[in-house]
């Protein structure tokens, strides 16, 4: 019976919460890198991932220590992989995703699968009725500076209800899985929560110019 407990690890005993700065003309610098989180989940970091917004969208930026350039598709899990989770109302109170709610992948090349190439894409899974469409994957852009290094750009249009002059809160995770098995996280580990259903688990970040 024991073993069916759910471990706690100091992510548990706060709500995460962190700036999240303008980013002009999707340049990013020192003041948007996030708070390296890893400790409190009793891993070892591998990666620096950035993160800014503008009226147009969110920015973000992920360099690793190594390699990051074999995924797998549709087994992304099994290949180098990262994902972004946000909530553009921030909502805590619901177990489950809203419309506001948007999983994003994004791969560190191109995979050619059943005729399309595939590097991005949307794949939030909603419980309800209240839902959004999935913002189609070539929206979505990518640059991949090195074989350590991606570049990323989320069109306003792709995050239903960013509204930054309305909102200026909104939350957000990320998951990045290596190829060999490692993985890193912002809040929540899916070791204990199902992640990308539990939006209630997402830290908060407060949009700053």
Known sequence: ??????????????????????????????VHLLPDTAPFHGLSSFGQVRLGWNDEGIVGELEVKGTFHQPEFPRMERGDLLEFFFDTRDVKTGGYNTRFCHHFFFLPTIIDYNGERIQAGEITRFRTEDAHPLCEGSKLEIEVVSKNHLKIFIPASCLYGY??????????????IRKNGDRQYFSVSDKNFPIEQQPAFWASLRMMR
């Open 1 to 30: 019976m024991l073993e069916e407990l759910v471990p706690l690890v100091p992510a548990h005993f706060f709500e995460m919460q962190a700036p999240l700065y303008f980013a002009k003309e999707s340049k990013l610098k020192e």
């Open 163 to 176: 509204d930054p002059k309305e909102f200026n809160r909104i939350g957000f995770t990320y998951r990045v």
